[in-house]
């Protein structure tokens, strides 16, 4: 699925997130490595069943979920840190809240 270029937009309803929507789409994944829980920076992929398919992308304390209720969705990548990163991650969150959905695109690093 990388690179992967889309819209980022807030999901309010699971906390300090925001996420990718892929609607229909249902990868041929299975669980691995499953949380409610990401860390801020971790990308985790809900492949889709209850909800749709989806990559939460979360800058603060969250909890996957839909409106059908809590999710688990699988850590796949981490945003490597830096200094000033827990600025810039909470700042893409904010924008996406209040400026609506922003353009991203996620690469393999190495």
Same mark, same amino acid.
């Given at each position: 699925?990388?690179?992967?270029?889309?819209?980022?937009?807030?999901?309010?309803?699971?906390?300090?997130?925001?996420?990718?929507?892929?609607?229909?789409?249902? =990868? $041929?994944? %299975? !669980?691995?490595?499953?949380?409610?829980?990401?860390?801020?920076?971790? *990308?985790?992929?809900?492949?889709?069943? @209850?909800?749709?398919?989806?990559?939460?992308?979360?800058?603060?304390?969250?909890?996957?979920?839909?409106?059908?209720?809590?999710?688990?969705?699988?850590?796949?990548?981490?945003?490597? =840190? $830096?200094? %000033? !990163?827990?600025?810039?991650?909470?700042?893409?969150?904010?924008?996406? *809240?209040?400026?609506?959905?922003?353009? @991203?695109?996620?690469?393999?690093?190495?």
């Amino acid at each position: 699925m990388l690179p992967l270029r889309a819209r980022l937009i807030h999901c309010r309803w699971s906390g300090e997130s925001t996420w990718v929507p892929y609607g229909d789409l249902r =990868p $041929d994944v %299975g !669980w691995e490595h499953h949380t409610s829980h990401p860390a801020p920076g971790q *990308l985790a992929l809900y492949p889709g069943g @209850i909800s749709e398919c989806e990559i939460f992308f979360p800058y603060g304390a969250c909890t996957t979920s839909s409106k059908v209720g809590q999710l688990a969705a699988n850590h796949f990548a981490t945003v490597v =840190p $830096d200094d %000033g !990163w827990d600025d810039r991650l909470r700042e893409v969150g904010r924008r996406c *809240l209040w400026d609506g959905a922003q353009e @991203i695109e996620i690469v393999e690093h190495g």
